[in-house]
């Protein structure tokens, strides 16, 4: 069986699907040469991130630095937008919420009776248990394996501080927050199980999740250190 | 936007040919976003719209350039494509073997393998920054990465 070269690399950067990935798997197992390949694929990868990381690590210099400290003194770009909206804004957050929360009832209903589900109910608010709490609480973005039930996707913290993680499976994908001593979940939408397509599309499976990830975030998403960090803390 | 900089930064090292014209870019990108900022639509991702104001500006600086540089082809051709010597050493940025293979890449191969490899955009994400179909840019970043390869495996 041939493996076309996209496929190969596609598998390599893990944006095959389990179905096409176990495909590759099985032709790697027959051909040492595509093993090599993928190794191959995977080496270069890690040289240009470790070779291009010096540039993100470095100092940003102050004239690139000036144009944007100047326009924060201004005025942040949501409070740029703001007034252009006005009071629709707040109604479009309202009814956004009022739907999410809708869904979240739905879904709770699918996940909660479950023993050892995903998803807990406690005081009110709900948590995240089982293998999904577990998950967050352990895998790192970088060095989950490839066929995890539930993939993290990006790691950041919220405006209150608080570390939150987008994850996705095949169950559910979401936002949770570190509180107190678990993950609340802060968004929950219904999982990529009937999704799969040749390219798993990691992207667009969790599009949504990801969005929003993008406005709750404070900063930048944390990069592969910082979230080894945060996990030695304890997600505090 | 300030604390996408140094990502938007080794993006814009990873486009350009030398660290002095990457700041420039990275200089031009935020000027630009600044200035259109409006046009940012809230719960979209701000850095792929960054990284795709960036991407335009780099081709239209290289459009521009290659125009003008037509009959220079042989030193772009030359091994030592790199630093103008001066402002580059202030940027201490050293990208070596590896910077100098990207610099050989066409565009259309270096910006897919900045955006996939160096940056860990999705396909999908990257396709939609450089507003092309998936197939189109798993092609481009295949020839990428394969003349990559072959040119740090000489290098090696």
Redo the contacts between chains.
């Keep these: 069986m041939s493996i076309p070269?996209?496929t190969l690399?596609?598998y390599a950067?893990g944006?095959l699907d389990p179905i096409a990935a176990k495909r590759v798997e099985k032709a790697m197992a027959a051909d040492p040469d595509l093993a090599r390949q993928v190794a191959?694929?995977r080496a270069?990868?890690e040289?240009?991130?470790g070779?291009?990381?010096?540039?993100?690590?470095?100092p940003?210099?102050e004239?690139?630095?000036a144009?944007?400290?100047a326009?924060?003194k201004v005025a942040s770009?949501?409070e740029?937008?703001a007034p252009?909206s006005g009071r629709s804004t707040h109604w479009f957050r309202n009814a956004g919420a009022l739907a999410a929360m809708l869904v979240v009832g739905v879904m709770v209903g699918q996940l909660v009776p479950h023993d050892g589900g995903p998803v807990a109910e406690k005081r009110g608010a709900l948590v995240a248990s089982g293998t999904l709490a577990h998950a967050l609480n352990t895998q790192l973005a970088a060095t989950q394996p490839e066929d995890a039930p539930v993939r993290m996707l990006v790691s950041f913290r919220d405006r209150q501080g608080a570390y939150c993680r987008t994850f996705a499976g095949s169950m559910a994908n979401g936002i949770a927050c570190h509180q107190g001593d678990g993950w609340r979940i802060r968004q929950l939408r219904a999982g990529h199980a009937e999704a799969a397509t040749a390219?798993r599309?990691?992207?667009?499976e969790a599009a949504a999740v990801?969005?929003?990830a993008?406005?709750m975030m404070a900063?930048?998403p944390l990069s592969a250190d910082q979230e080894a960090r945060a996990r030695a803390d304890h997600w505090r | 936007?300030?604390?996408?900089?140094?990502?938007l930064?080794?993006f814009a090292?990873?486009l350009a040919r030398n660290a002095a014209d990457a700041?420039d870019l990275?200089?031009a990108a935020?000027?630009r976003a600044?200035k259109s900022?409006?046009q940012?639509q809230?719960?979209?991702?701000?850095?792929s719209w960054m990284y795709r104001i960036m991407r335009n500006l780099w081709i239209d600086t290289a459009r521009a350039r290659s125009r003008a540089a037509q009959t220079f082809v042989a030193e772009e051709a030359g091994a030592s494509v790199g630093d103008r010597g001066d402002k580059a050493v202030e940027?201490?940025?050293?990208?070596?073997n590896?910077?100098r293979a990207m610099n050989q890449l066409p565009d259309e191969q270096r910006e897919a393998?900045a955006l996939?490899?160096?940056e860990?955009?999705?396909?999908?994400?990257a396709a939609e920054i450089l507003d092309i179909p998936?197939g189109t840019l798993?092609?481009r970043?295949?020839r990428g990465?394969?003349a990559?390869?072959t040119k740090?495996g000489e290098a090696a």
């Design positions: 070269p996209e690399m596609a950067d944006e191959e694929h270069l990868a040289q240009l991130r070779t291009f990381a010096s540039v993100a690590e470095a940003v210099p004239s690139l630095r144009p944007l400290e326009s924060a770009l949501d740029a937008r252009r390219y599309q990691a992207g667009s990801l969005a929003d993008q406005t900063g930048a | 936007m300030l604390a996408l900089l140094p990502r930064r080794r090292h990873a700041d990275c200089q935020i000027e600044l900022r409006t940012w809230p719960g979209t991702r701000l850095d940027a201490a940025i050293e990208l070596g590896v910077g393998v996939v490899l160096v860990g955009f999705a396909y999908k994400e998936m798993t092609s970043l295949v990465r394969e990559l390869m740090l």
